[in-house]
């Protein structure tokens, strides 16, 4: 794989991680 897909990948991976773990923690309080 080339080091742009493995970033990019990442980077989606980042960013959908920490919307569940925004609406997880707001439903939690």
């Known amino acids: ?3 742009k ?3 990019a ?3 989606c991976l980042v ?3 920490g919307t ?3 609406r997880l923690k707001r ?3």
């Open 15 to 17: 960013i959908v991680g």
């Open 20 to 22: 569940v773990y925004l």
């Open 27 to 29: 439903k939690e309080k």
């Open 9 to 11: 990948v990442v980077l």
């Open 5 to 7: 897909t493995v970033l």
């Open 1 to 3: 794989m080339e080091l």
